[in-house]
């Protein structure tokens, strides 16, 4: 079953702006992380958070944990036209070395 | 520079056929892990292994099996491959134990049946 699911299930924004996605998930976790995916290719990861923590930074990149609300979200700041992709949040609720589960994932487009 | 590599980008297989899929990492991972991602589903998690030899099923075994007789070498079998496997298939690892740690992913392999 889906552990994560992200929202909006996709997000067209202009150039410069600021693109904000969430991500909901159902277990207990020991981290969530987030992952870039450009069209036809493999994921590629961006930021991890564990779950003692509540906000952290990597570039424009700017994730919140909630674990009270089981949520998360990504904020990408001045966002560009390589930005365009879909993105992941991933949990480790099946334990570390048992993989990951994915939500559906956010389609960005950034209009230029 | 860290790599998962998937021995093929695009796959074209008749219904019916037995098909490998390859997958080689280079950063001595102990975990090693097969995906397919289908629109509307995201990505479901087929099979892992945690050693050489060592394979557990993942969400959706079912039609798939695996085999990791190197360290750095996961195979995904498809024994009589059908159409509703056509599908994007992607390799990731991790280091033992895997928690905390990123997963590197492979760049798929979109199979398709026909």
């Known amino acids: 079953s889906q552990q994560g699911e992200e929202d909006p299930q996709a997000l067209s924004i202009q150039e410069g702006e600021n693109a904000t996605m969430n991500c909901s998930y159902k277990?207990?976790?020991?981290?969530l992380q987030w992952y870039r995916q450009n069209s036809g290719r493999g994921l590629v990861h961006l930021i991890l958070?564990?779950?003692?923590?509540r906000e952290k930074h990597s570039g424009r990149l700017r994730v919140t944990l909630d674990t009270s609300k089981k949520s998360s979200s990504l904020l990408i700041t001045a966002s560009r036209a390589a930005d365009t992709a879909s993105y992941f949040c991933?949990?480790?609720?099946?334990?570390?070395?048992?993989?990951?589960?994915f939500g559906k994932g956010t389609h960005l487009i950034i209009q230029p | 520079d860290v790599k998962v590599t998937q021995s093929s980008r695009y796959l074209v297989k008749r219904t019916g056929e037995k098909v490998f899929l390859e997958c080689v990492q280079d950063?001595?991972?102990?975990?090693m892990f097969w995906y397919r991602q289908d629109p509307g589903l995201g990505l479901r998690l087929i099979y892992f292994?945690?050693?050489?030899?060592?394979?557990e099923k993942g969400d959706i075994p079912e039609g798939y099996s695996v085999s990791r007789e190197k360290k750095e070498r996961f195979s995904l079998i498809l024994e009589s491959a059908s159409t509703n496997q056509t599908s994007m298939y992607l390799c990731?690892?991790?280091?033992?134990?895997?928690?905390?740690?990123?997963?590197?992913f492979g760049q798929g392999t979109r199979l398709t049946v026909v």
């Open positions: 990731a690892s991790t280091p033992w134990p895997g928690r905390n740690t990123e997963a590197f």
């Open positions: 277990t207990s976790i020991n981290n």
């Open positions: 958070i564990r779950s003692n923590e």
């Open positions: 991933a949990t480790d609720a099946r334990g570390g070395a048992d993989g990951l589960t």
């Open positions: 950063m001595d991972h102990e975990n």
């Open positions: 292994s945690y050693d050489v030899k060592m394979k």
